[in-house]
């Protein structure tokens, strides 16, 4: 079956750590995104990609890095810089690098203590 | 002027009643209007979108009513069922991606 895997669905990490997060599809959608999500505030745009070896910063870009090796990959780094980063982390793509038909993960709730 | 404003934040409805969830807009290049359902500890699911050439559409119980002009979209949930109980996001689209209002927990009781 076609979807978008992330994992580890819930991660721990010690105060100043860098984690990364994977997020792998097997839809051979062009596009992939990350969102986190807060009690209120919906879904933030971290970072997204339109094709391999590029992606742009999205709302809240700071304190997050990602890469885009392969075109089913899009892994994001939490680093130590980023003040606030327990939340739930999720990871869309979508087909011809347009807004149409986001699929989404299932997510990966991050816990830094 | 690219956000997405919704309400209400939480919702709670009786079984076999009406569920309406509002999202307003600004940016007019918006182009592309979907609701999303998430259920706990999952990802959101597309449920129903609008382009702004249209002003209503239906799917079973859920139907989306657009105004173009007020810069306002709506979220209609028709004899809403306890296995409705979710939180629903509203999300408009540019080119290459889409703004999330910040969601609306709907609870259903039977």
Not at chain 1, 14 to 20: D, F, H, I, L, R
Not at chain 2, 21 to 50: H, R, S
Request: proline residues 5%; aromatic residues 14%.
């Amino acid at each position: 079956d076609g979807g978008i895997t992330q994992s580890p669905k819930y991660l721990f990490r010690k105060e100043g750590q860098n984690v990364t997060l994977s997020c792998e599809q097997n839809l051979n959608h062009d596009a992939m995104y990350w969102y986190r999500q807060d009690p209120g505030q919906g879904l933030r745009l971290i970072y997204y990609s339109q094709i391999v070896n590029d992606f742009q910063k999205g709302d809240i870009a700071e304190g997050y890095s990602v890469s885009r090796e392969k075109k089913e990959s899009f892994p994001l780094t939490v680093t130590s810089a980023q003040k606030n980063p327990t939340a739930f982390y999720l990871c869309a793509s979508s087909i011809d690098s347009g807004v149409y038909g986001y699929t989404f993960g299932s997510g990966t709730r991050l816990t830094v203590v | 002027q690219q956000q997405v404003k919704q309400s209400p934040q939480s919702l709670i409805v009786q079984k076999g009643g009406i569920s309406i969830i509002n999202c307003a807009y600004e940016n007019t290049a918006f182009d592309y209007f979907p609701w999303y359902q998430q259920f706990p500890g999952k990802g959101p699911a597309l449920l129903i979108a609008i382009r702004p050439d249209v002003s209503e559409k239906k799917e079973g119980r859920f139907t989306i009513s657009f105004n173009k002009s007020a810069k306002q979209f709506s979220l209609h949930i028709m004899d809403s069922q306890p296995g409705d109980s979710a939180t629903y996001f509203c999300a408009a689209g540019l080119t290459d991606k889409l703004i999330f209002g910040t969601g609306t927990r709907l609870q259903v009781f039977p």
